[in-house]
Nanobody, 124 residues
Framework: QVQLVESGGGLVQAGGSLTLSCAAS????????MGWFRQAPGKERELVAA????????YYTESVKGRFTISKIDALKTMYLRMNSLKPEDTAVYYC?????????????????WGQGTQVTVSS
């Protein structure tokens, strides 16, 4: 069983920055593909960014390209999402997810493990 704990959310003005963290409990953290998802009120959960187990490939949804950066540090068992130039439409609960399969992380909501979410609110 893998536990994921997000942190770093908060209230920020449009144009500002936040860095989200996702800490994992597993000793095999480096084996997992991971992703950041978000869910705004009344909307479906969507994939924001994902990173392959070895960091060799990263995916970003179109609306965050050039503004968000996903990364992970295996030694710290932590994944990050650096969010710059935030917009009000980025407001959502952000979740991290982990799975052995990068395809599963990027193509569905079927990742094996999920965090509890952290709220990001961007004011205009």
């Amino acid at each position: 069983q893998v536990q994921l704990v997000e942190s770093g959310g908060g209230l920020v003005q449009a144009g500002g920055s936040l860095t989200l963290s996702c800490a994992a409990s597993t000793r095999t953290f480096s084996d997992y593909a991971m992703g950041w998802f978000r869910q705004a009120p009344g909307k479906e959960r969507e994939l924001v960014a994902a990173i392959q187990w070895n960091g060799a490939y990263k995916y970003y949804t179109e609306s965050v390209k050039g503004r968000f950066t996903i990364s992970k540090i295996d030694a710290l068992k932590t994944m990050y999402l650096r969010m710059n130039s935030l917009k009000p439409e980025d407001t959502a609960v952000y979740y991290c997810a982990a799975d052995y399969s990068f395809t599963t992380v990027t193509s569905s909501l079927g990742s094996a493990y999920w965090g509890q979410g952290t709220q990001v609110t961007v004011s205009s």
